[in-house]
């Protein structure tokens, strides 16, 4: 399975640059899972690096990651966005893509509370338990 980087939609308006903070929780979720999915045993995992994905796929066109992902042996690709509603209202949404026939093979819905180290760690422990518990096929 590949992990691509994840993105973030900041909608919150708040006035104070949390850009790095939220960079480095990106990073360290879409890190996160690649790991915490590979323990599982369900899967064997690759994390496709940002600068990889902006290199091979600039527009980020779908068929263009669905190849980044086959080229990485991956038959599934993860995609996750987080959207910052507000500091206290957090959504992620989490899809597998089957890198062959292009459905969507597993979908998840996920809200945190907090935009806080702490509340990004529970929300990356409760996504990987609701995969592992139904996963993909």
């Not at 360290?28 to 995992?45: I, W, Y």
């Amino acid at each position: 399975m590949a992990v691509l980087p994840i993105k973030l939609l900041d909608t919150s308006a708040e006035p104070l640059d949390q850009s790095a903070d939220h960079d480095r929780r990106l990073a360290a979720l879409a890190s996160d899972l690649t790991v915490d999915l590979g323990k599982t045993g369900l899967f064997r995992t690759v994390e496709v690096e940002p600068e990889v994905l902006r290199q091979r796929c600039p527009d980020e066109a779908a068929e263009c990651l669905l190849e980044v992902a086959r080229d990485e042996g991956a038959r599934l690709m993860f995609l996750g966005v987080v959207h910052k509603s507000s500091t206290l209202i957090l959504q992620m949404w989490a899809r597998f893509v089957d890198a062959e026939t292009r459905s969507v093979v597993f979908s998840r819905e996920l809200s945190f509370r907090g935009d806080t180290d702490e509340a990004w760690r529970r929300a990356e422990a409760f996504l990987v338990e609701q995969i592992r518990s139904t996963p993909p096929r």
